[in-house]
Each structure stands twice: as C-alpha cells, then as structure tokens.
C-alpha cells in the first residue's frame, strides 16, 4: 500500500518533473505569504482552522497537556504540507497536459489558472491568489520545457533548478522564522500609539505597587508583549474598527447591532482584570494582568431583553471561536478595546473583547462578534473538546522565582490569584508542608477580578522543600489535592525542592 503513490508517480512523472512539481508547490506557497503576509488571505491560514476544527478533541486536550506551545507548530506544519500537496498536485496536472499537447506553455497557463482558483477558492480573496499562482505557472511551464538541446538544457535546468530551490528556501525560511518567533500581528509593533496618559499615570501608580522582588518575575501590569497568548488558530483575525460590529441575538426582544463607534458613546472605564488559562499547567505561566479600557456590558444586554430560558448565552468570534456560559457571569462582563492604554493588540482581540470577571480565560472572547441568547445549554468549542473552562477559576499562589539574596537568605516569590475570591493570604512551608508562615503580599490592586504578589525570604540550613499556598478572601485554602489541568483547570500546592548549593553566587 505504502508505495502505490511514489510508483504511480514514478512510472507517470519524471524525475524532473516531480522536482519541478514540488518546487512550483514551495514556491506557490511562499508567493502566497509574500503577497498576503501571515494573514488569513495566506493560502495556509485556511486550511489551517480546518485543520483545528476537524482535530480529534482528545489529541487537542494531550497536545495542550504534553505538547504545549508545539501544538501549535504541529498544527501549522501539517497546514503547511496540504497547502503545498495541493499546489505539488496542480502542478503536475499542468505538467502531464503539457506533455499530451506537447506544449509547456499551455501546460504552466493551466497549473497557473487551477491554483489560482484554487487558492482563492480557500482564502475566498481572488486578487491575492494571484500570489500563489504565478509562481506555480511559471515553474510549471519551466518543468514541462522539452529538453530539445540536451546539453545546453541540462545546464540551464541546473541552473533553473538551483534558482527555484534558493527561492524556495528564502520563502520557507521566512515563513519558520515567523512561526518561530510567534510574530504573527501586524499591527503590533508599528503604528502603535503612545498610551494614553492617565493609564500611563495609572500604571506608574500601581508598578510602585509591585513586591521588591531580587528574582526576575513579572510585576504587577504586564506588558502586551509579556501577555500570554492563546488561539485555536495560528491566524488572528484582522480587523479594523470599521469592520467590526457586535449583534446580540436569539432569544431577544429585539436585536441590535453594535458598531465600535456607538461603544465610544457608552461610559468608559478602565479596569484591572488578571486571565488564567484553564489549560495551564500549575505553576504554569498563563496567568497575566492588565490594565484595560472599555464598557460595561449590562447596559447593552438589558436593552435587548434577553428571554433566554436556560439563561446562557453563546458567544461568537471572528476566529469561529465560541463560548457559551451563564447570563449572570455575561451580566458582570465588560467590552475592553484598549490594553494598558492602547489599542487592543491583534493578538488580544482587536478591535473588541470581553472580559469576564473571575471565569477562566476561555470565557474572555476575542475579535468578539456575536452574542447570541439560548433556550438550551450548548457546548463551546473547548466544552466540545472535554473541557470544562467556563466557570470561575481556582485559586492558587505561583511560585516562579527562587533566588539567593546577598544577605545569604533565599527569597521565593510569585504571584497568587484567585479570581473575584481575591487573595486574602499566602502561606509558605520550607519544611515540606509541616510548618507555615505568612508571605509578604503586595497591597491588592484596584478592580476586583486581579492577582497579588508575594513574596518570602529565609536562612536556608541545608535543603527545604518549599511548598506554597493561597487562602482566597472568602477563606477557602487552595485544594491540595493535586490534579492535571485538564478538563477542570489544575489543582494542588505548588513545592520546589531548594537547596544553597544549588545557586552559585
Ligand atoms: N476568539 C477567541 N477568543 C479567545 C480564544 C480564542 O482562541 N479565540 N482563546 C481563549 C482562551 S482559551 C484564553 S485562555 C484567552 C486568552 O487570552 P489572551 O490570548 O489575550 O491571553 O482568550 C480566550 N478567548
Ligand atoms: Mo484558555
């Protein structure tokens, strides 16, 4: 079975045309990222969110727990090589043609004219497909030049070959350094505004808030760039002011639509809010703060009536993300367009997001576009998938640094959060868990859905065993009964064995 496919190609194609094939493939891609960027107008954008709709909800949950961040890279090669198998295969049609009719001109027009409707039939953007095309034309027709002068041929070949390959390779290393380096918002690093100035004022405010902390942990405000990020797909949304609009819909009274202008006419705030990945590992790193800008969502939501019998709503997304959770959290949530006093980020959700206080990261809808009032509970896209994400989060206190002081103490440090809870106290064991004592916190933040950092220093004889835990504002201690983030968020007491040895000064 294993080798049908190479022996019908080798017995049909050959050598060179299989070359030229797989060149035009590479190349085709490479043209379409050239004109569109990392866009979702890239042939690959596309094909990606198929992709991660059709992955199996048991291999997303194992990639998320074992594979992480490289989920995401898997997903984007296996994209990568339809892409291209689709391109390789319109290429070698234009190549057998060609043969038949005994003109390679014919033979590249044909290749160029099916992957362009190919490739704008994916990104639904005819004017763009033109990037892949032409470059699948053009190595098509070269591929099926008849080698009329052996010898002059040959060496041209050679050199079309080794000009075809070097384009390809400067494409595709484009391309993985992108992937590499995660930059895929355009809009993230120019055009960016200064932030406005009370946020500035507010953020200087707060930063004196932060712990003195030796070890090097986030403080308190993350930066946009610090953010954690997570998508279902490799390819944000991107979407201008212009283009966005919110509808409530469903079981309404009435349903309306609404711009990004009539939000500026609403009431603004800015709030401190803190997200955490239901994903995460627990001592995981998918857990920031910012400081965003935005409206109440309430007002919005009593305008419509809302006659929703299960008192759910479903929430939509430009992504085709989804989520659906109970009116009451909705009802408390908030429409943020700014992060820490500028625009939202592409990769935050621009132009507009939710925010909602104290639930899962999941719940916090990006490039939001729809809320949509049920009559019946439905799953959400990670609900589908085995997780359950969209109620308030646990509590928990990080322990992301360990540092040896000039004093010779050590000084364990990190943040505690536990959602609209809050944290009223972080307690440290040195000793296992057999004895414990209170961490120094730092002074709570305004808003009421935000971590706190602690922070804790001792004499170390020879090796501790550090364990630390949260006590939440309602006097619950953090579960200490140890489970894996899937499908419930993870659980236990975080612990790190230390020893001063082990730091060199
Ligand atoms: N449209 C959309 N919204 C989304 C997601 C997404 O993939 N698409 N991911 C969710 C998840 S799982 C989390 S944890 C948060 C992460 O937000 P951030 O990327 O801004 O940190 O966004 C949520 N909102
Ligand atoms: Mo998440």
């Given at each position: 079975m294993k080798?049908?496919?190479?022996?019908?190609?080798?017995?049909?194609?050959?050598?060179?045309?299989?070359?030229?094939?797989?060149l035009a493939g590479i190349v085709g891609v490479a043209g379409s990222y050239a004109v569109a960027?990392?866009?979702?107008?890239?042939?690959?954008?596309?094909?990606?969110?198929?992709?991660?709709?059709?992955?199996?909800?048991?291999?997303?949950?194992?990639?998320?727990?074992?594979?992480?961040?490289?989920?995401?890279?898997?997903?984007?090669?296996?994209?990568?090589?339809?892409?291209?198998?689709?391109?390789?295969?319109?290429?070698l049609v234009g190549l057998v043609i060609a043969r038949r009719l005994d003109r390679p001109v014919a033979g590249g027009f044909l290749a160029g004219i099916l992957s362009w409707g190919v490739t704008a039939a994916i990104t639904t953007e005819p004017a763009l497909a033109i990037g892949a095309a032409g470059p699948v034309m053009v190595f098509t027709a070269v591929g099926a030049a008849?080698?009329?002068?052996?010898?002059?041929?040959?060496?041209?070949?050679?050199?079309?070959?080794?000009?075809?390959?070097?384009?390809?390779?400067?494409?595709?290393?484009?391309?993985?350094?992108?992937?590499?380096?995660?930059?895929?918002d355009s809009d993230d690093n120019e055009d960016r505004q200064p932030a406005n100035e009370e946020i500035a004022a507010l953020m200087n405010e707060v930063d004196e808030q932060s712990l003195d902390i030796a070890g090097d942990i986030p403080g308190l405000v993350s930066t946009f760039e610090e953010f954690y990020n997570v998508d279902i797909a490799e390819f944000d949304p991107d979407l201008s002011v212009e283009d966005w609009s919110l509808t409530f819909t469903g079981e309404v009274g009435e349903e309306r639509e609404v711009t990004f202008e009539d939000l500026q006419e609403l009431p603004t705030e800015h709030r401190f809010v803190t997200l955490r990945c239901v994903g995460e590992d627990l001592n995981g790193q998918k857990l920031d703060t910012a400081v965003w800008t935005g409206t109440p969502i309430k007002p919005l939501l009593e305008e419509v009536d809302p006659r929703s019998e299960c008192e759910c709503a479903m929430l939509r997304a430009e992504d085709d993300y989804f989520v659906e959770f109970p009116i009451d959290a909705l009802e408390d949530g908030f429409l943020?367009?700014?992060?820490?006093?500028?625009?939202?980020?592409?990769?935050?959700?621009?132009?507009?997001?939710?925010?909602?206080?104290?639930?899962?990261?999941?719940?916090?809808?990006?490039?939001?576009?729809?809320?949509?009032?049920?009559?019946?509970?439905?799953?959400?896209?990670?609900?589908?998938?085995?997780?359950?994400?969209?109620?308030p989060v646990n509590t928990v206190a990080k322990l992301w640094s360990d540092t040896m002081l000039e004093n010779g103490n050590l000084e364990v440090a990190g943040h505690a959060y536990a959602g609209t809870r809050k944290i009223d106290r972080v307690?440290?064991?040195?000793?296992?868990?057999?004895?414990?004592?209170?961490?120094?916190?730092?002074?709570?933040?305004?808003?009421?859905?935000?971590?706190?950092?602690?922070?804790?220093?001792?004499?170390?004889?020879?090796?501790?065993?550090?364990?630390?835990?949260?006590?939440d504002g309602e006097g619950n201690l953090q579960t200490e009964e140890e489970s894996s983030s899937f499908p419930r968020g993870a659980s236990g007491w975080v612990s790190k064995s230390v020893n001063p040895m082990d730091y060199s000064s």
């Open positions: 080798d049908i496919v190479p022996r019908a190609l080798s017995e049909e194609f050959s050598q060179a045309e299989v070359v030229f094939a797989v960027g990392y866009t979702r107008q890239f042939i690959v954008a596309p094909i990606d969110a198929m992709v991660v709709r059709l992955t199996p909800g048991e291999i997303v949950a194992f990639m998320i727990q074992n594979v992480g961040e490289q989920g995401h890279l898997i997903h984007i090669i296996i994209s990568f090589g339809i892409a291209m198998a689709i391109l390789v295969a319109v290429a008849p080698l009329s002068e052996p010898e002059h041929d040959l060496s041209r070949r050679r050199a079309l070959v080794s000009g075809a390959g070097a384009l390809s390779f400067i494409g595709l290393s484009v391309g993985v350094d992108r992937l590499i380096t995660g930059n895929n943020a367009w700014e992060m820490n006093g500028q625009a939202l980020p592409q990769s935050h959700g621009h132009p507009v997001r939710v925010l909602i206080p104290g639930h899962w990261g999941e719940t916090n809808v990006k490039w939001l576009s729809k809320i949509e009032l049920l009559n019946e509970e439905m799953d959400g896209y990670w609900e589908q998938r085995g997780w359950h994400g969209t109620g307690s440290v064991s040195t000793d296992g868990g057999d004895t414990w004592t209170d961490a120094e916190l730092s002074d709570p933040l305004p808003g009421e859905d935000v971590w706190r950092q602690w922070r804790y220093e001792f004499e170390p004889d020879e090796s501790h065993e550090v364990v630390v835990r949260a006590i």
